[in-house]
């Protein structure tokens, strides 16, 4: 049994005895994606974890990944975009675990649109999944965890909403910049309550959703990994485990006095 392994087994390791929630904690491919990855490492590091996701088998798989490892998960089918399930997820997690000790909200969905092709519709669609859905699943979470006195409020956003991107990502990119915004507002209005909330901000992390950015056959998505490869200071891509280790940090005790701040994964892309 490896150490991590051994930590979740014998109920020890960084997050021993916490409950964390994971929304967006599928994967879009056979690799690990930064949700599952984070779910991963909360469950081997010793927490309870309900992996949430709109795709209910991406969700079990991730459970059946962590139980075979000796860690404790159970799967929920949630659409952020949907108060009603977001309020079901929350019910469910106390109602298994009686707590909730940290929120990561994992999602993002993007277009591809320059300024004068974007329609409505779709700016709407991706501010509702993008920040309305990571509002929606705080206030659902945020009140249990002022009665408990504590809790960590984890949400990812990207290195798109602090720079320009050669990809055509406006709303993509105006919505993870108000995702940094609304978390440092909800650090300052809960921090006497205990209740802290961070961002972990991500450069060009090689996941299964990037590969899909790509369309064309194995050689083009190479090429375009190469090309985002090139792009990174350090010549090469981040991956979900490097955003995923990140964000343990801010799930444990060892961040107790840390909030509203911005923690770029990034390999210095924004430097």
Known sequence: MQHSELATATGHGRLAGKVAIVVGAGSSGPDVSNGSAAAIVYAREGARVLCVDRDAAAAQQVVERIRDAGGEAQPFKADVSSKEQLAAMTADCISKYGRIDVLHNNVGIEIVAELEDIREEDWDRVFDINLKGVMLACQQVIPHMVKQRGGSIINISSIASRKWSPMPFLAYNTSKAGLNHMTRVLARRYAADQVRANVVVPGLIDTPHAAHLTVGDPAAV?????????RCPMGRQGTAWDVAYASLFLAGNESRYV???EIAVDGGLYL
Do not use: E
Not at 222 to 230: E, G, K, L, S
């Open 222 to 230: 190479q090429a375009a990994r190469d090309a985002r490869n090139q």
């Open 259 to 261: 909030t509203g701040t």
